[in-house]
């Protein structure tokens, strides 16, 4: 049995006719935004995807697990994989502000004025903790980590013809800066547990790293950033994804580079 996920490819109005390397070029009469790796049974509550940008995504927020009318909220995370010159990521407001603030703004386009706005670089980390309010800017290629919902409130779409949530994610959004310990820059040659909880932890692995070496045991989303990966002897290829069972079936090589993340089952 292949430990490959599958892909799915999603339209979006600010994505890309064409992909950097090593992305398959979509039609240049569509526009991919993103691409996402379909999880099994094994890695349910996780999911990954690509994020290809040439416009500003909305100004939006996520529900946590208690606020979700599913049940499971959206925590997530990025990694920076290219950024063009002047890439900027919002997170978190520039100052505490409160309800009020954020649906006037929001409802007369002045919202980008109150967000915090971070030049980005290849290597770049976030961690994004549900509630956060936050936007992507254009020019960007992005990994997402996330726990596995696609509930969305939008606060703000440039003017975009798609439905706003403001009674949705005021009840949810927090009203403050976002911490500054949830950003990292990442040393491609050092390996480091990235988010350890509290809905699932990730780490960057390098070298001659194992994901035992971070806590990782069973039921891993294996996401090869360069070089060499094999899951259950199955070399998987940058840009792609696997599941593995255990960590003992992940193989990287002294010069490859990769994601592993796994779900923490004890989060409730």
């Given at each position: 049995m292949s430990a490959l996920l599958s892909t799915k490819r999603v339209e979006k109005p600010w994505g890309r006719s064409t992909l950097p390397d090593p992305f398959e070029n979509a039609n240049r009469d569509s526009k991919t935004g993103e691409i996402w790796f379909e999880p099994t049974a094994m890695t349910d509550a996780l999911?990954?995807?690509?994020?290809?940008?040439?416009?500003?995504?909305?100004?939006?927020?996520?529900?946590?697990?208690?606020?979700?009318?599913?049940?499971?909220?959206?925590?997530?995370?990025?990694?920076?994989?290219?950024?063009?010159?002047?890439?900027?990521?919002?997170?978190?407001?520039?100052?505490?502000?409160?309800?009020?603030?954020?649906?006037?703004?929001?409802?007369?386009?002045?919202?980008?004025?109150?967000?915090?706005?971070?030049?980005?670089?290849?290597?770049?980390?976030?961690?994004?903790?549900?509630?956060?309010?936050?936007?992507?800017?254009?020019?960007?290629?992005?990994?997402?980590?996330q726990q596995n919902t696609d509930i969305t409130y939008r606060l703000y779409d440039y003017g975009r013809p798609r439905e706003l949530h403001l009674d949705e994610a005021l009840a949810v959004a927090k009203t403050g800066p976002h911490p500054a310990e949830n950003w990292q820059q990442i040393d491609p040659d050092r390996s480091k547990l990235l988010v350890d909880g509290p809905k699932f932890r990730l780490a960057h692995i390098a070298g001659n790293s194992r994901p035992e070496d971070f806590g990782f045991d069973e039921n891993l989303l294996v996401l090869p950033l360069s070089g060499t990966v094999r899951v259950n002897g199955q070399e998987i290829e940058n840009g792609s994804a696997a599941e593995a069972s255990a960590a003992a079936k992940v193989e990287i090589d002294s010069e490859a580079r990769c994601m592993i993340a796994s779900v923490v089952r004890n989060a409730d």
């Open positions: 999911l990954a995807k690509y994020l290809f940008t040439s416009e500003k995504l909305s100004v939006q927020v996520h529900p946590s697990d208690e606020t979700s009318p599913t049940g499971r909220g959206k925590d997530e995370c990025w990694l920076v994989l290219d950024a063009d010159p002047g890439a900027v990521l919002a997170v978190g407001f520039r100052e505490e502000v409160s309800p009020e603030q954020i649906r006037k703004s929001a409802e007369d386009g002045s919202i980008e004025e109150l967000l915090e706005w971070h030049p980005v670089k290849a290597g770049d980390f976030v961690y994004l903790p549900s509630g956060t309010v936050h936007a992507i800017g254009a020019g960007l290629t992005l990994l997402e980590i």
